[in-house]
């Protein structure tokens, strides 16, 4: 089973940066898939980032381009959100989540298609 931890959240102003991290136990972690996702107050959990197992390739929502960026350390099992450009529609609690049986290059998009999932970290962005 599959553990993952996230921390790196709180309170920032518009604007500013804030890196997340995912620390995973229990599995292949070099062979995961890795997403994350956000939760907005009375909204639907929705896609933010996404990397490949072999680190390769990556995705992103069109909101978060050019701003967010989604890295991973195979070496110390995490993966990373730098989040610079801090808007306050950012503020959400965020969720990395993992899957196995991944494609080289693959990234994956929607909830369905993950199997393990973090407790959330919440990011605050005030204007």
């Known amino acids: 089973q599959v553990q993952l931890v996230e921390s790196g959240g709180g309170l920032v102003q518009a604007g500013g940066s804030l890196r997340l991290s995912c620390a995973a136990s229990g599995g292949t972690f070099n062979y995961y898939a890795m997403g994350w996702f956000r939760q907005a107050p009375g909204k639907e959990r929705e896609f933010v980032a996404a990397i490949s197992w072999s680190g390769g390739s990556t995705g992103y929502t069109d909101s978060v381009k050019g701003r967010f960026t989604v890295s991973r350390d195979n070496a110390k099992n995490t993966v990373y959100l730098q989040m610079s450009g801090l808007k306050p529609e950012d503020t959400a609690v965020y969720y990395c989540?993992?899957?196995?049986?991944?494609?080289?290059?693959?990234?994956?998009?929607?909830?369905?298609?993950?199997?393990?999932w973090g407790q959330g970290t919440q990011v605050t962005v005030s204007s």
């Open positions: 989540a993992a899957r196995g049986n991944a494609g080289y290059t693959s990234t994956y998009t929607t909830r369905a298609e993950y199997y393990y």
